[in-house]
T-cell receptor, first 116, second 111 residues
Framework: SAVISQKPSRDICQRGTSLTIQCQVD?????MFWYRQQPGQSLTLIAT?????????ESGFVIDKFPISRPNLTFSTLTVSNMSPEDSSIYLC?????????????FGPGTRLTVT | KQEVTQIPAALSVPEGENLVLNCSFT??????LQWFRQDPGKGLTSLLL?????REQTSGRLNASLDKSSGRSTLYIAASQPGDSATYLC??????????FGTGTRLKVLA
């Protein structure tokens, strides 16, 4: 199973600033995913990050607000730009690992963001 | 559009009870269903993965079943312990990478 780490684990930021979240995986993976979990809510997929191509964003999420980098097969970053209090959430990265026909999704510990 | 619902939203039980968490999905054409545990303010821990061709999976005190035709999955926790207190999430995928998550069940096991 993949082991995922994220930095920072939490941060408190002022509105109008930007924060870049890092995600590191202990093995090479094709696809990495970024999710948002707003307070009291379930997870919503922001975008899929493929190495060597632009990220694919889900409806309601745009590149200008959430730029993503994927420089290699073990690392990705998500930037939350021009933050507002509504961006206060837990941001999680995940990967899909597979053995044979089993595709299982693994998550990082999350980054807890508070925007004041 | 796939929608995933979990019932109950919250559950409080005394230690030692066996309990069942429910997950339902509107589109039965799924590839996988996965159960996760989330501790407050933390990431997700994968508990059990059920492929669409399987009917159940077991790990320790946990047993998850899948009835694709009726769009339902259950997570059975035997002999619950205070350490089981967490939010339990189910998620389905339809063969693409995209997982649709349920709303979660917040479980509290009282000592």
């Amino acid at each position: 199973s993949a082991v995922i780490s994220q930095k920072p684990s939490r941060d408190i930021c002022q509105r109008g600033t930007s924060l870049t979240i890092q995600c590191q995986v202990d093995s090479q993976v094709t696809m990495m995913f970024w999710y948002r979990q707003q307070p009291g809510q379930s997870l919503t997929l922001i975008a899929t990050a493929n190495q060597g191509s632009e990220a694919t964003y889900e409806s309601g999420f745009v590149i200008d607000k959430f730029p993503i980098s994927r420089p290699n097969l073990t690392f990705s970053t998500l930037t939350v730009s021009n933050m507002s209090p509504e961006d206060s959430s837990i941001y999680l990265c995940s990967v899909e690992d597979h053995e044979g026909l089993d595709y299982e999704q693994y998550f990082g510990p999350g980054t807890r963001l508070t925007v004041t | 559009k796939q929608e995933v619902t979990q019932i109950p939203a919250a559950l409080s039980v005394p230690e030692g009870e066996n309990l069942v968490l429910n997950c339902s999905f509107t589109d039965s054409a799924i590839y996988n269903l996965q159960w996760f545990r989330q501790d407050p303010g933390k990431g997700l821990t994968s508990l059990l993965l059920i492929q669409s061709s399987q009917r159940e999976q077991t790990s320790g005190r946990l047993n998850a079943s899948l009835d694709k035709s009726s769009g339902r999955s259950t997570l059975y926790i035997a002999a619950s312990q205070p350490g089981d207190s967490a939010t339990y999430l189910c998620a389905v995928t339809s063969g693409t990478y995209k997982y649709i998550f349920g709303t979660g069940t917040r479980l509290k096991v009282l000592a």
